[in-house]
């Protein structure tokens, strides 16, 4: 929605909007990197470059300590771009409700009986019948 020079997003603020940018950037980042870090370890096993005189290379070491360092932090991240989208779906269901009451609050009483003479008729009616169980 545009208003004169300036842009409104009614149900996400900058603010969110912003937040959830930097929280999917960093996303990309760690994930990148984790990707990375596999790689390497992935090269290192294949080439039987991970063990020497059966004993785990410091490097090996180093790389699965940066990997599960990773994961964790990638974990927070993913918990908080959760967090993120529930405020950004609550705020646009109150936005789509705010939008419901203003609809029908500039619904004149004209328009009402115009849609209920439309569709209200004898026609389109549906009779339903209660039938109670018998004992």
């Given at each position: 929605e545009v208003r004169g020079s300036r842009i409104t997003?009614?149900?996400k603020t900058a603010r969110v909007a912003?937040?959830?940018q930097k929280v999917t950037d960093?996303?990309?980042k760690q994930k990148?990197?984790?990707a990375e870090i596999q790689r390497r370890i992935a090269y290192l096993k294949d080439n039987n470059k991970h063990k020497v005189a059966g004993r785990l290379t410091d490097t090996f070491k180093d790389l699965?300590?940066?990997e599960a360092l990773l994961k964790e932090r990638l974990k927070s991240t993913q918990a908080t771009q959760s967090k993120i989208v529930s405020v950004e779906k609550t705020a646009e269901t109150l936005a789509s409700k705010e939008a419901q009451k203003q609809a029908l609050s500039k619904a004149k009483k004209e328009d009402l009986q115009r849609v209920a003479k439309k569709y209200?008729?004898?026609d389109s009616r549906?009779?339903?019948q209660y039938m109670p169980k018998q004992k």
């Open positions: 997003q009614p149900y912003e937040a959830a960093r996303l990309v990148t990197e984790l699965q300590g940066k209200f008729t004898q549906t009779i339903l």
